[in-house]
Structures are given as C-alpha cells and as structure tokens.
C-alpha cells in the first residue's frame, strides 16, 4: 500500500486577493468639529468635546469657529490644541463642577401611554 497521496488540499486560497480591509481608518461619526480648519469628527466616543463658544473663539478666533452657537464641537486633537493654548493663563474659573460639559437632554422621563 505504497499509496500517495497527490491530492494537494491546501490549494491556496481561490482566487482571493488578499485586500486588507482597514474599517479603523474611516471612521464614521455624527458630530462634526466646529473649527473651520478642521475636518474631523468630534464624537464623544472618540474624545470629542464640547465647549463655549466663547472659549473656542479665544483661542481660534471668529473666523475660525465654523458656527455661531452657545457650544461648539471639538475634536480630541482641537481640544488639545485649546488647552495647550491656555496654558500658562491663571486660573481663572476654579469650576467646582468637574463633570464634563453639555446639557444633553437625558433627563426626560419616558413613560408609555400605551395601555389598551
Ligand atoms: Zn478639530
């Protein structure tokens, strides 16, 4: 029973090109960054944050905030940018609040009316 065994299992793959599919590179988000010379996402998840208006304008100036709004979008890497701006300057506003800024409207109860 000297039978081999021609049979190749491990062909290769069929035909597949080898594609790396990177899905971390474009990130999809939903909050743009408010500064104007900036293009990326200013998600939570991914370190955005929020700030005054009036803050981001002191460091970007008017022209350089995208929007005219109560609280501006930042994206991780503007955020930092901004404190590294203010660096340096007296503590001015000693917040006591140390929660993260933004009303998000979470406090709405839910109820349901949907009884029969
Ligand atoms: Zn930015």
Same mark, same amino acid.
């Given at each position: 029973?000297?039978?081999?065994? !021609?049979?190749?299992? /491990? =062909?290769g793959e069929t035909g597949k090109v080898a594609s790396k599919d990177k899905d971390s590179?474009?990130?999809?988000g939903q909050v743009k960054c408010d500064i104007i010379e900036c293009d990326k996402w200013a998600d939570k998840k991914i370190g955005g944050? !929020?700030?005054?208006? /009036? =803050?981001?304008?002191?460091?970007w100036g008017v022209s350089g905030v995208?929007?005219?709004i109560g609280?501006?979008?930042?994206?991780?890497?503007?955020y930092r940018s901004w404190k590294k701006e203010k660096k340096g300057e007296p503590k001015q506003w000693a917040s006591k609040s140390s929660g993260p800024l933004g009303n998000a409207p979470n406090?709405?109860?839910?109820?349901s009316f949907d009884q029969p």
């Open positions: 029973m000297g039978f081999k065994s !021609k049979a190749r299992k /491990n =062909r590179e474009v990130y999809e944050r !929020k700030m005054s208006y /009036n =803050r981001a304008v002191e460091v995208s929007r005219k609280k501006v979008s930042l994206c991780k890497t503007c406090s709405i109860p839910v109820r």
